[in-house]
């Protein structure tokens, strides 16, 4: 949330929490700062502290982790199999969990991903289209089970096809009534409601690493339908996605990378929480995520970066993007989003990192400018 720009400000607990499992001071230092690769291809494992506060949610404590592999050590193209995790409480009795996995087996023959998360929180809503206003800021109380997995076969040197499911469970209350969430007619399902997905999935994929990408092109296609499995007012319609990126070696140090990402959801009964939105910490940073929701979203983002030495590099990024109804798309109506960001990579043979990005975008009248601070693990895209 915009108002949590303190949340999981670990920068330099990173370095502690990793101190305490019983390594020297001398051989901390060398894991570090070293600029020397780990070249046996074991496991990898980083643990970071979450700390944070908000007024709705009081302080907020938890853990993130990733654990990182090679399910076939021997093999040099073998791409790297992620899983991550984070678990976070807060004094106000809200908790948050998240736990997913992306999975290359021996060959890069098959690819395997999954997500389980879980989140009684609240979020601020402002209504539906690409035009809200901050005065219509109204907190909404939400618990959120979801549910994926996908698997995807290789059919050629860089064609891979799949297919997806999803189950998402939402439940929401709004606290404060007379707020633009309980007057707005056109709000669907505002109690919640439950969908299951079923889809296909098209990739083509020749990046040289899914890490930390310098050349190549990756392309994901994917359509999932809602059947009318649950009757009544409940969803039944089709949601697309596509995901374009590009990855161009400037240098030995700098890389321009290109990414294009597009959603639409289409049939009866789309409530409110289904609707793609704008903003988060991987495309149109600056913008809080929900801010901007509407049927469509399009958005177009750049990022140069500067890999300084093999522990540090810079990142400078520029997005312009929206969210639209039908065809009711307006070029002149993209919302921009500029910012710059750290990396360190704590696994320089697999381009694992930390990042930290700050970025701006636009400023309506009357308001703050739209703006950012994102802490993450891994790159954007």
Known sequence: MNKELLKKIFALSLFILISSNGFSQMKLIKKLLSNEADTTRGSSFLPLPALGYAQETGIE??????YSFYTDRKDTLMRTSRITGMITFTTKK???????????????????????????????FYGIGNSTLELNEDPITQKLFKLNAGLEKKLGKSIYT?????????????KVTGGIYSNNPD????????VFFIGITQIFD????????????????????????????HFSGSLLKLDLRNFHSLSKKTTLGLNAHFQT?????????????????????????????DQNLLALQGELRLRLNPRFG?????????????????????KPSVGGGFRYFYDIERGLSVRMDYAIGEQNPGEKRQSGLYLSLGEAF
Request: charged content about 20%.
């Open 61 to 66: 404590i938890g853990a993130a982790s990733l």
């Open 94 to 124: 809200q908790s948050n969990f998240a736990l997913k996995s992306d999975i290359w087996t021996p060959g890069n023959k098959f690819h395997l991903s999954s997500e389980i998360r879980y989140r009684n929180f609240p979020f601020n």
């Open 162 to 174: 799949g297919m997806s499911m999803a189950y998402e469970s939402y439940r929401f209350e709004d």
């Open 187 to 194: 709000i669907r399902d505002k109690d919640g409601g439950q």
């Open 206 to 233: 020749n990046r040289n690493t899914n890490t930390h990408t310098t050349r190549g092109s990756f392309l994901k296609f994917n359509y999932s339908y809602a059947p009318d499995f649950f009757g009544g007012d």
């Open 265 to 293: 959801i289409s049939g009866s009964n789309t409530p409110f929480y289904l609707l793609p939105q704008l903003g988060n910490d991987e495309m149109m940073r600056a913008y809080y995520a929900g801010r901007f929701r």
């Open 314 to 334: 810079l990142v400078g990024f520029a997005a312009a993007g929206n969210v639209y109804s039908g065809g009711n798309f307006k070029l002149i109506q993209l």
